[in-house]
């Protein structure tokens, strides 16, 4: 369930809203100062912020600039301002919306639902670029489990894989043959084993690129600069 927090200093709305959000499946908490409220925020799993512009003693446009150094979470501001430079103020201290008073309940949760679906996409999209490794003309896809040379997918073995993502992860550290073989592909038998050797071997063919992966005597295998 997605839990909101609003932040509101008129308790007549702040309670109607809470009582109609949580008719709509959300969980809703409420402050009506802002004392608390940017502890609270960045330290609760929020999955958006309701925050009104007019607040004692700071703002919500000062709230949200507080909260933009620490957080990404979506926030949506109500206020009952009207210019065109209150909004773009709102906007510019990155706003996921604005909408003004006097507003519907059922136009806010609209609202709400098209940030935290937006949200979804972008996290998404981030996890996907943070699963992406791109080595040389290697693209190696973690959440796929897939390896593109020159973006053709290329047939490795789990244990060819495995010891792929780990020596690139690596960036250009040496990763022990102790690391590898049990570590990596649990195998406890790598002091007189040559199971490590074949399996670089055939990564090195598979990729068609000899020189990705050095050999370090007497240590391991790090990524050539």
Avoid at 62 to 90: F, H, W, Y
Avoid at 178 to 202: A, P
């Amino acid at each position: 369930m997605n839990k909101l927090l609003i932040v509101e200093d008129d308790k007549w709305i702040s309670n109607s809203l809470k009582l109609y959000l949580e008719n709509s499946a959300l969980k809703i908490e409420l402050f009506y100062t802002w004392v608390w409220a940017v502890k609270k925020i960045v330290e609760g799993d929020y999955s958006a912020i309701i925050l009104d512009v007019n607040l004692p003693g700071m703002d919500g446009i000062e709230i949200c600039k507080n909260v933009r150094e620490q957080s990404e979470i979506p926030i949506i501001m109500l206020t009952a301002r009207t210019s065109e430079m209150d909004k773009v103020r709102g906007l510019e201290i990155w706003a996921d919306d604005y909408i003004e008073k006097p507003f519907s309940p059922r136009e806010l949760l609209a609202r709400i639902n098209v940030v935290l679906r937006r949200n979804v996409v972008n996290l998404e999209k981030r996890e996907e670029v943070s699963n992406i490794i791109n080595i040389w003309n290697i693209e190696i896809n973690k959440n796929k489990k897939i390896v593109l040379v020159e973006k053709n997918e290329i047939n490795l073995t789990k244990n060819e894989y495995d010891i792929l993502v780990r020596i690139c992860k690596e960036n250009w550290n040496v990763v022990s043959r102790e690391t590898l073989m049990i570590d990596v592909i649990w195998y406890e038998k790598y002091i007189y084993d040559r199971t490590l050797d074949t399996h670089i071997k055939n990564i090195r063919k598979k990729i068609n690129n000899k020189g990705l992966i050095l050999t370090v005597r007497g240590e391991g295998y790090r990524l050539n600069k």
